[in-house]
């Protein structure tokens, strides 16, 4: 089983549209959680940090569940310049270790 | 400028060659990674570090050297018992949670 895994999509919606993604994690020990976004070619960028309590900004919202080991990315209002790759990250802070999903395909159609 | 450094972006190498990719951070990072990542997939870890002298094998660690002789730099060596070496190679550093990374080097295999 991967340590981290992700729906590759793609994922094809109208601009305007609400998208959430799902990615789960294997250990539990993790303590770090990230959503970042690679466009074609470019390095990842963190995108946001996921909470506990959720994490909200602008258009983006993240939300990790412990108990069911999973995190959540939600994108309202979806724009064209959406469309990407994003990326699960979870870190294993005791190891330094940073894991990433292999990430989902989005696409935003006019 | 902060940030972290690779060079070279664009690399070619003849089959049978080690070939060294370079990685250099003024974050004042502790931990340091290397991934590859294939066209339409994720990022996979090949060799990541915590600490001056010290490093761990990733998942694809095998075809693959590295050394941490300083904080600041964290080569890596595509050796000749890599069999597909063609790919992009991203570096990375973190100090405690999220991941910064480089521009990236695409190698190929002539």
């Known amino acids: 089983r991967k340590e981290v895994e992700q729906d590759p999509g793609p994922f094809n919606v109208p601009e305007g549209a609400t998208v959430a993604f799902n990615c789960t994690y294997s250990n539990s020990a993790s303590q770090s959680f990230f959503w970042y976004r690679q466009d074609c070619r470019k390095e990842p960028k963190l995108l946001m940090s996921?909470?506990?309590s959720g994490n909200e900004d602008g258009r983006f919202t993240a939300q990790l569940n412990r108990a069911s080991q999973y995190i959540s990315l939600l994108i309202r209002d979806s724009k064209l310049s959406d469309s990407a790759t994003y990326l699960c990250v979870v870190n294993l802070n005791s190891a330094s270790k940073i894991i990433f999903g292999s990430g989902t395909r989005l696409s935003i159609r006019p | 400028d902060g940030g972290i450094t690779q060079s070279p972006k664009y690399l070619f190498r003849k089959e049978g060659q080690n070939v060294t990719l370079s990685c250099e951070q003024n974050?004042?990072?502790?931990?340091m990674y290397w991934y590859r990542q294939d066209p339409g997939q994720g990022l996979r870890l090949i060799y990541y570090?915590?600490?001056?002298?010290?490093?761990q094998k990733g998942d694809i660690a095998e075809g693959y050297s590295v050394s941490r002789e300083k904080k600041e730099s964290f080569p890596l060596t595509v050796t000749s018992a890599q069999k597909n070496p063609t790919a992009f190679y991203l570096c990375?550093?973190?100090?405690?949670?999220?991941?910064?990374f480089g521009q990236g080097t695409r190698l190929t295999v002539v």
């Open positions: 974050l004042n990072h502790d931990a």
């Open positions: 996921v909470y506990s």
């Open positions: 570090s915590q600490i001056v002298n010290d490093f």
């Open positions: 990375a550093s973190s100090w405690t949670e999220e991941a910064f």
